[in-house]
Every structure is written in structure tokens, then in C-alpha cells.
């Protein structure tokens, strides 16, 4: 029913659908109808191996049909805008683009699965955002803040005019940047850490005078944009120990197949086949490319999909795990506790490995693992 009401969103009259009918010539291999790339959408949805980004996706690709095929009356201005031939072709552009991506990513494509999960646990996207903007609403608005700033000043820290969650939350970040290479910063570039950043004002311009105050101004402005891109915002906690639990193999998600294609109808005698359709002038059948090209050893290549497995999807969530922090205050010491995921993790292997062991399992057995003999027989562990 849920599925039917989401269908009805396409299926209304707007002027998307009544304005893009027409097929043009060498688009036999795709399709331009919006029906038809809101439905492939909402399928590959249901495929993606975790709950959160279903969810997450399902909800993003309904908002945005949504928001160019409005209930009636069509705002003016969005009449206007859908009726030029460019609108029309970049928002079908973009539709089968991402139906091409969420494809890859159900297929096993480990770049396009990653960046799937990034976005639906806040590490890229509109979900980071979301993130960052709870993160900063207790903070004062962008203009006031950008008043406080005194780059002038050889001493002045930049960072002092945010507030104390997220000064914790800055410093935090900063350490691990510093200390460590990868846990809690995953794969960061180095273009993306917080120390790349920084807010440097000249005090005269190319021509020798004094800076203007609107070019001061957009200096500022571009430093907030930056630093606020590089921030990793927190996790609700739930979602925390949720992410948690997949990385470290406590819980797991139910794998959901793709539907495979049945068969080809015949147009002419309305008969379905399951013969493969002719390949096109110059391409390669599958077996001949399996037989005649030479596989790459690593899979993490965008050409080269991986089997989705329960293991495979333990290293991914790990991998996204190990960038995402959580805040909670402490009472005692009346302050803000970031604990990052890579930290979690790193934790969790000391203590799995001090848990006590069975000696009476190795009996009989040397240091180098060999079965002790006594006079040619065999020592019995029992």
C-alpha cells in the first residue's frame, strides 16, 4: 500500500510528465519517462544491504520527485522553469545517473557501496548537513559569529567563536588528526583535515593598499564554509551503538536479492523469451570478456564488482564506523565526552584478546603447534 501511495506521486498530472513524451532518436537504451525512472528508483531501494540506507534513500528520491511535481497549483515560477528543454533534460540526466548508481552499488562496486553508506549515516551529503546544523543550534548566526573574527591579531584563534560542544568536538578531531593515521579518521585526505584550513588576511592587496572590507568579508565567509566541511558531525547515540554492533559482527542485516529479469516480451507475437537480446556493433559478449581479459587482483577498482556478503558488508560499516564520533556530557566533570568509532574499535580488539583461554585445549602440543611424541607414540590430550 506504502509503495502504491508512493507510485501515486509520478502517475499526478504536472507538467514534467506532460511535457517529456517524446523519445529522441538513439535513446532506445534508456528511457525518459518520469514514471518509469521513479519506479526503477524506488526497486533499487529496497535492494541496498543496509536498513538505514534504504530508508535514507527511499526518503531522499520520493522528496525530490517530489519537488518538481507539486500538488496543484504549480507555482509560477516552477511552471516557468520546467517549460525550458534544458530543465527537462538535466533533471532526467540526473535521475539515471543516480539509477545507475544505486545500480553499481547493488551490484558490488565498492566505491559507489562506501559512498551509499557515507551518506546514510552523515559522512557526505544532505544527511551531513542535517548533522552539522543540529550540532550548531545552539551557536549564535553565521553573520554574528563572523564579526567576532580578528584575523588581524597574530594571536587570534578562529575557532574560539564557536561554542563549547563544538570546541570539544574541534579538538577532539585535531588530536587524532595529529596522533594517528587512521583510527577515527579512516581514509581522510590530507585535504580534508582541519589543520588545512585556516584564515590568513592580508593586510594590503595586490596593489599595495589597504584590503576592502567586502573582500575581507568573503575571506571569513570562505573559511566558515571550509571548516564546516571538514567537521564530522556526531551520531545520535541509538544510531551510534546500532553502527557499532554491525562493525563489530554483534548484530547483522538481512541481505535482500535483486530481482532477476524473467525474460524479453516479443513485441510482435507478444511471446516472453529468455534469450539474450543481439549485442550492439562493437561490443563484447560476457563469456568472451571472461575468457579473453585478465581479471584485477583487487576488487576495490569501480570495473571490478565484489560479491556482497555479510563480511564484506562488516568491512564497509567498520570503515564508516571508524569516522563517526558520539557526544555525551559528563556531570562530574561537567563537560562534553567524544568518543570517536576507530577508538571504539581499537578498544574492543584489546579486550576480546585479554579474555581467558582454556590451556587444557593445547595438551600434547608444543609451542610450534606439533603433536608431542613419547618413545614413537603419541601423547593423548584426553
Not at 517530489?66 to 530543465?87: E, G, H, I
Not at 551557536?139 to 578562529?158: C, I, M
Not at 554492533?245 to 541481505?255: D, F, I, Q, V
Amino acid at each position: 500500500m506504502a509503495l502504491r501511495q508512493l507510485v501515486h506521486v509520478a502517475d499526478r498530472p504536472s507538467v514534467v510528465s506532460a511535457l517529456i513524451r517524446t523519445r529522441r532518436k538513439g535513446d532506445d537504451w534508456t528511457t525518459i519517462n518520469p514514471r518509469h525512472i521513479f519506479r526503477a528508483l524506488l526497486r533499487q531501494c529496497t535492494y541496498l544491504p543496509d536498513s538505514s540506507a534504504r530508508h535514507y534513500f527511499r526518503t531522499y528520491v520520493v522528496s525530490r520527485f517530489r519537488k518538481y511535481n507539486p500538488r496543484p497549483p504549480v507555482p509560477p515560477d516552477l511552471a516557468l522553469r520546467l517549460q525550458q528543454t534544458k530543465v527537462q533534460k538535466d533533471l532526467l540526466k540526473k535521475a539515471r545517473k543516480g539509477l545507475v548508481f544505486l545500480k553499481r552499488a547493488n551490484n558490488g562496486h565498492r566505491m559507489h557501496l562506501e559512498k551509499v553508506l557515507a551518506m546514510a549515516y552523515g559522512r557526505q551529503g544532505r544527511r551531513r548537513r542535517v548533522l552539522v546544523q543540529l550540532l550548531l543550534q545552539n551557536t549564535p548566526p553565521r553573520q554574528e559569529l563572523l564579526t567576532k573574527l580578528d584575523a588581524s591579531k597574530p594571536t587570534h584563534d578562529p575557532e574560539s567563536i564557536f561554542e563549547y560542544k563544538v570546541k570539544a568536538l574541534i579538538k577532539s578531531q585535531r588530536h587524532l588528526e595529529v596522533h594517528s593515521t587512521s583510527v577515527g579518521t579512516g581514509k581522510l585526505r590530507k585535504s580534508q583535515r582541519l589543520d588545512r584550513v585556516k584564515l590568513e588576511i592580508p593586510e594590503k592587496n595586490s596593489w599595495g593598499r589597504p584590503m576592502p572590507l567586502k573582500r575581507v568579508q568573503n575571506m571569513k565567509e570562505e573559511w566558515y564554509a571550509a571548516f564546516l566541511d571538514r567537521i564530522k558531525p556526531p551520531l545520535p547515540m541509538k544510531e551510534w551503538e546500532r553502527l557499532r554492533g554491525l562493525a563489530t559482527g554483534m548484530k547483522s542485516e538481512k541481505l535482500v536479492k535483486c530481482r532477476k529479469r524473467t525474460g524479453i516480451r516479443d513485441n510482435e507475437t507478444n511471446d516472453i523469451t529468455h534469450a539474450a537480446p543481439p549485442l550492439p556493433p562493437g561490443t563484447r559478449s560476457l563469456s568472451d570478456i571472461a575468457m579473453n581479459s585478465k581479471r584485477e587482483k583487487s576488487w576495490s577498482d569501480s570495473t571490478n564488482p565484489h560479491r556482497v556478503t555479510p563480511r564484506v558488508m562488516r568491512r564497509m560499516w567498520t570503515s564508516i564506523f571508524e569516522q563517526c564520533p558520539c557526544m555525551t556530557w559528563d556531570k562530574v566533570e561537567e563537560k562534553w565526552i567524544v568518543q570517536w568509532g576507530g577508538q571504539q574499535m581499537k578498544n574492543d580488539r584489546v579486550n576480546s584478546q585479554a579474555l581467558p583461554v582454556d590451556m587444557s585445549l593445547f595438551e600434547g602440543v608444543d609451542k610450534d603447534g606439533k603433536v608431542v611424541t613419547i618413545s614413537g607414540s603419541q601423547v593423548n590430550s584426553e
